[in-house]
Structure formats: C-alpha cells, structure tokens
C-alpha cells in the first residue's frame, strides 16, 4: 500500500492552466479550485507550490499563510516556464528562505521546467550547488521537474546538487515507456536520490484528454515502482483541473482510496 503521506500535489493559482497562451491546452470547463482545496479534494496532502506565469509574486507570506495547515510544502526557486521573473539568473530563492523562517512547514525549494537549454545556460552546475547550499543552511531540500525527453541532455552534474527528483512524462504515448525511462534516470545519477512520479490527469504533450488506458497504465506502473522502492511517492497535476470533470481526476480519486493507507 502507498503511504499518504507521500503524495503530492502541484499546487498552482486556479485558473493558470486555463490562461496559459489563450488555453493552448484546450482545457474543458473552468479551474475555481485552488491549491488546498484540491489537496483535501484528491485526498493528497502535501503540496509543491509552484510559481505559473510568475503568480504567485514575492513575498510569499499571504499565500503561505493559506498553506499553514498543510503538512509539508516545497515552493518554487525557478517557475514554470513562463514565469519570467526566474530567468535570466533570477530566482525567488530569497522569498523562499523568508517565508521558511516564519512557516515550518516549508521543507524545500523547487525548480520547474528547468532543464531548457536557456535556462541551462544560465543555472550551471555551480549556481545550482549554490542554490542548494542556501536552501541546506535552512534544511530545505532542493527539489527539480525533469521530463523523460530530457533524459539525453547533459543533466547529471546539475542532478548532483539536487536533493530530490520529480519526474514526468510529458507526452502521453511515452507513458508505456515509464518503467524504461526510470531506469535510464537510475542510470544517469551518480548517486541515488529520491525519486517521485509525477501523474498527469491530461495529456498536456498532445493538448487531449489523457486517455483511460494510459491513465490507469501510469498508476499500476507507479505502484510497482513505489512497491519496489524504485520511487519516494508521487505528484499529481493538479488541482488546476481537478474540478473540470475530468475522468481521469475521478478515477484517480478512487484509486487512491483502494491503495493507500
């Protein structure tokens, strides 16, 4: 059985998926829910709370202060993507380490879509063991987002420095690959780390709903990998489309209650 306690949730403002490039995701229905909310929703309890289209801004106390009841929170040093305030060699690391003063249940610092070439470019091996080290003097963790089609890219000294691993499969279809691409990250770490899954209610890569099949393929194969200890737990996304009906959000729902304790 999986442990609760080591699920996830990515946990961004409700409604960014949505308003991401005119919904370029063709996302169904609208996003209300927000980040705790979908964690009592999926019965998932703890969240990585993660900067989408630089929201939330520094400083972070407002918002961390929503999260006080939840057991544990890793924030974002680096956004997604389109937050552009994380580029370029900025970070919120400063407003993580603040907010980490002041609410304990922040245990780490998280970057996303962070192995770009851009952004590789710019947060090289050392700025990474840096970011590490400020985290470190506070015990927070540093977590990263890797996908499995930046497996191939030049990432295992970056890896070095980092405490945690999320790792998603962005492209639906590669999900019958999961097994295989884990052990080619195995292969890639010069030492291990924790390790969790990262499971998508939709099939982002494709912009489509995430098929049934592949849902429940994700899952079963997620299981035997937490079973086998080859994974720490795993991270749902995510609360932004928890509430848009989707098939895939119910079922997981009911799954989680059949496999967990």
């Known amino acids: 059985m999986i442990d609760r306690n080591d699920l996830w949730l990515w946990g961004q403002d409700a409604g960014s998926h949505h308003a991401t ?21 999926l019965g998932v309890p703890n969240i990585c709370r993660v900067a989408m289209g630089n929201l939330p ?44 003063k002041v609410y304990p249940n ?13 952004r590789m ?3 090289t091996a050392d700025v990474i063991r840096d970011i590490a080290g400020a985290l470190h003097t506070q015990n927070l963790d540093l977590w990263t987002v890797l996908y499995t089609h930046e497996l191939h ?5 970056h890896l070095r420095h980092c405490d945690v691993i999320t790792f998603w499969t962005w492209h639906g279809e ?7 691409n884990m052990s080619r990250l195995e292969s890639v770490l010069a030492e291990p780390r924790p390790i969790y899954q990262g499971v998508y209610f939709w099939d982002y890569g ?56």
């Open 57 to 100: 801004e520094p400083p972070f106390f407002d918002e961390a202060e929503k999260l006080k009841e939840i057991p544990k929170v890793v924030w974002s040093v680096i956004g997604d993507g389109g937050s552009g305030r994380t580029d370029g060699g900025n970070t919120d690391l400063q407003a993580v380490l603040d907010v980490a």
């Open 174 to 180: 590669d999900l019958i690959h999961l097994e295989e």
């Open 206 to 261: 494709a912009s489509r709903p995430m098929p049934m099949e592949l849902m429940k393929h994700q899952l079963e194969v997620g299981y035997r990998l937490y079973e086998a200890g080859k994974t720490r737990g795993m991270v749902f996304c995510s609360n932004t489309i928890a509430d848009i009906g989707l098939e895939t959000v119910e079922y997981t729902r009911q799954w989680l209650n059949d496999h967990c304790k």
């Open 153 to 157: 890219k030049p990432i295992a000294e």
């Open 21 to 41: 490039l005119n919904n370029c995701w063709k996302l169904p229905g609208e996003n209300r829910m927000g980040p705790v909310e979908g964690s009592a929703y």
């Open 106 to 118: 922040i245990t780490g610092g998280i970057m996303d879509d962070f192995f770009s070439d851009a």
């Open 121 to 123: 470019a710019v947060y």
